[in-house]
């Protein structure tokens, strides 16, 4: 799953998506996704094989690692969202919809006092 990742980076190439688009429901990510509010939609991509439907996205928050940190770790471990684990090496979480309609992975990576989100969703 670790691996999945490596298409995270990628998105920046996406990045024909108008900024501002910070809502959940775009592209295959779910209406009820929670986004730092005010950050910015990066891009995002999703992809359907064989094994099911992938969606990667990422944004651009204009907050500190740690403001969005706490968000996450609050809004991932309310319904429907439930946080699995926590990978200290890589800094990624783990977390599911309780309805078990899906899984994800989430990165959050500060630079100064902006932090990139990085999201991968399988369904």
């Known amino acids: 799953m670790v691996g999945g ?39 995002v991509k999703e992809s359907i094989g064989s094994d099911g439907t992938s969606v990667s996205a990422s944004w651009d928050a204009d907050a500190s690692l740690d403001t969005v940190t706490a968000f996450y770790s609050d809004r991932l471990n309310n319904q429907p969202w439930a946080i699995t684990a926590k990978n200290p090496v890589d800094g990624t979480w783990k977390f599911r919809r309780t309805d078990g309609k ?21 369904k």
């Open 102 to 122: 899906m899984t994800g992975l989430i990165r959050l990576s500060g630079h100064g006092q902006r932090t990139r989100v990085d999201i991968l969703l399988i």
């Open 5 to 43: 990742l490596l298409i995270i980076g990628g998105l920046a190439a996406a990045n024909s998506l108008a900024k501002g688009l910070n809502t959940g429901g775009a592209f295959g990510v779910p209406q009820d996704f929670p986004i730092y509010q005010g950050a910015a939609l990066i891009g």
